[in-house]
């Protein structure tokens, strides 16, 4: 990478248990032993608080997995394509891999991945313990974010959301597309036990974490703990955008 251009300063803000805004100038490569020739970035993990794991992948034309990724039997998985082409596999079918296109795995399954091209496939990586719910169960589901319509969210015109997944008691996740235009905004100020992992796929946004207004942009990663305050503005001259995870459909436990 060579010598800096500047003295060294950062847009990252890390609060334990509480929030973490990631930018992607710091981000380090990761080796993940049964994933390979790709560049691998741990985003979110125990280690901060958050109750899943998340990457951010970039695989070269020779990127692949080599083994099942999250295949142990309560362990979820779920994929999601940025940019670039490839395939991915979960249960012994295959499915294309394009912008956009996103797979879930159940429990037990797990997911393979591979670029099908000259050119860098970029990929979200998921992981989560699966709570189970007697009588109820998950299923594979593949789609593409922009085969989806979007829908008003919470009666308001110029915010837009997309649901990825079922929202069906098998499941105990789901995954969200939201969506500001300019000067758009949460309709108040949230706080509540489900926690996130957001991921900026275009646009710009000022944010509310706890008590600080943060100013978010294209490529940035956010982790919201639970009940941290948060709410969001979309600001520049384009949609403020990111797709962000959700646990839900299930109690607490004690």
């Known amino acids: 990478m060579g010598y800096p251009n500047d003295i060294l300063s950062t847009r990252a803000i890390l609060k334990p248990g509480i929030f973490a805004v990631i930018p992607p100038q710091g981000l380090v ?17 125990p280690k901060m ?7 951010l992948v970039k695989a070269s034309s020779s990127g692949k997995t080599t083994k099942i990724f999250g295949n142990e039997k309560n362990i979820e998985t779920f994929v999601y394509c940025i940019k670039g082409k490839g395939t991915v596999k979960a249960g012994g079918k295959s499915y294309e891999l394009v912008d956009g296109a996103y797979l879930y795995s159940p429990a037990g ?5 591979e670029n099908s091209s000259e ?10 313990i699966y709570v189970n719910l007697e009588g109820y169960n998950a299923k594979v589901c593949y789609g593409n974010v922009n085969a989806i319509e979007y829908r008003i969210y919470d009666k308001m015109e ?9 929202v069906d008691l098998g499941f105990d996740m789901n995954m969200h597309i939201l969506s500001f235009a300019p000067g758009g905004s949460h309709p108040f100020v949230e706080t509540h036990v489900q926690e996130h992992g957001a991921y900026v796929l275009e646009g710009e946004g000022v944010y509310l974490l706890d008590d600080r207004w943060i100013t978010i942009k294209k490529d940035d990663f956010i982790w919201f703990g639970p009940y941290v305050a948060q709410a969001a503005y979309g600001v520049g001259r384009t949609n403020f955008t990111y797709i962000y995870s959700k646990d839900c459909n299930r109690d607490v436990k004690l």
């Open 29 to 45: 490569n990761n080796i993940i032993p049964g994933i390979e020739a790709c560049k691998v970035s741990i985003i979110a993990s």
């Open 109 to 113: 399954i797990g997911i393979e991945f």
């Open 158 to 166: 110029n915010v837009f959301i997309k649901d990825l997944l079922p």
């Open 119 to 128: 050119e860098e496939l970029e990929l979200l990586l998921y992981k989560q």
């Open 49 to 55: 608080g958050a109750s899943f794991v998340q990457y």
